[in-house]
C-alpha cells in the first residue's frame, strides 16, 4: 500500500505486519517540497511507477529509482501547469493525467509527446461535449468498459467516451469528489463530497444519495465525506470529516 504525503515524500506500508516498510529515497530525499508532496501514485503495466506530485510528474523504474522528472515548460511540449492529481494507464503506450489547473493530457512515454484536452469556462455554464468541464482535475477513474470518470472541485463529473472522443457531463450534488469507486456488479459508482455519499446508476445517470440525519443512528455520520473505499467483502466506507 503507497501512501503519499505533503512534503514527506512517499511511503510503503504492510498490513500483513503493520508497520511502514520503506521509503522511496528517490523522492523523500529531494529538496524541493512541492516535489515531495505526494498526490497520485500508478504502477503502470510495465511495472513503472508514476507518481503525480506538486512540483510535475515522476517517473521510477522497478527499483524505485527515479528515471525521469516531468514539468511544466511553456517554451515547448511539456506537462500542463498545476500538481499532478491523478494518473490513469490508457494502454501500455499512453496515460491519462489530470492536473489541479491545466485539466487533462494523454501522455506517450515512449516518444515523450503530451497532448491537451481541451476545457470549458466552468464559470461561464459553458457545455461543450468536446471539451472537458473545468481545468482542475483531482481523479480519474477507468471502468469495466474502458470509459474514464474525471471528477473536479465543482458538482459535475466527466465521462470521457474515448472511442469518440467526448466528455458527458453528469451534473451531480455537491463539490470536491475527491474519488470515485467502481461497481461493476450493480453498474454503478460511490463516492463522497461536500454534500455527502452518493451512488450513481451508469446507464440511467441516476443519483442516490445518503445523508447524515440526527434522527437516525444508523445514517451517515457526517455530510462531508472526504474519501470512499471497498474492502475484500464488498462492503462501502466513507470517511468522514
Known amino acids: 500500500m503507497w501512501i503519499g504525503t505533503e512534503e514527506g515524500g512517499l511511503n510503503m506500508y504492510d498490513p500483513n505486519r503493520f508497520k511502514f516498510k520503506e521509503k522511496f529515497p528517490a523522492i523523500s530525499n529531494l529538496e524541493n517540497k512541492s516535489a515531495r508532496s505526494v498526490k497520485s501514485v500508478h504502477l503502470d503495466s ?122 458527458q457531463k453528469i451534473y451531480i450534488e455537491g463539490e470536491w469528489t475527491w474519488n470515485l469507486v467502481n461497481d461493476p456488479e450493480n453498474n454503478k459508482i460511490w463516492f463522497g463530497n461536500n454534500k455527502g455519499f452518493f451512488s450513481l446508476d451508469k446507464d440511467k445517470n441516476k443519483l442516490t444519495s445518503y445523508k447524515h440525519d440526527e434522527l437516525n443512528e444508523n445514517s451517515l455520520l457526517s455530510n462531508v465525506v472526504n474519501y470512499v473505499a471497498r474492502d475484500t467483502q464488498g462492503y462501502f466506507m466513507a470517511c468522514n470529516r
Open 46 to 167: 510495465k511495472g513503472r511507477y508514476w507518481i503525480g506530485t506538486d512540483a510535475g510528474l515522476m517517473k521510477l523504474d522497478k527499483d524505485k529509482n527515479l528515471l525521469k522528472w516531468y514539468t511544466h515548460d511553456e517554451k515547448r511540449n511539456s506537462l500542463m501547469v498545476g500538481g499532478v492529481m491523478a494518473v490513469q494507464e490508457m494502454s501500455p503506450t499512453c496515460l491519462l493525467i489530470g492536473s489541479w489547473g491545466g485539466g487533462l493530457q494523454r501522455f506517450y512515454p515512449e516518444s515523450e509527446h503530451f497532448f491537451t484536452y481541451a476545457k470549458n469556462d466552468y464559470f461561464k455554464k459553458e457545455a461543450d461535449i468536446t471539451k472537458l468541464a473545468t481545468m482542475v482535475v483531482l481523479n480519474i477513474m477507468k471502468d469495466e468498459k474502458d470509459d474514464y470518470y474525471i471528477t473536479s472541485i465543482f458538482d459535475v463529473i466527466d465521462k470521457y467516451d474515448t472511442v469518440n472522443n467526448l466528455f
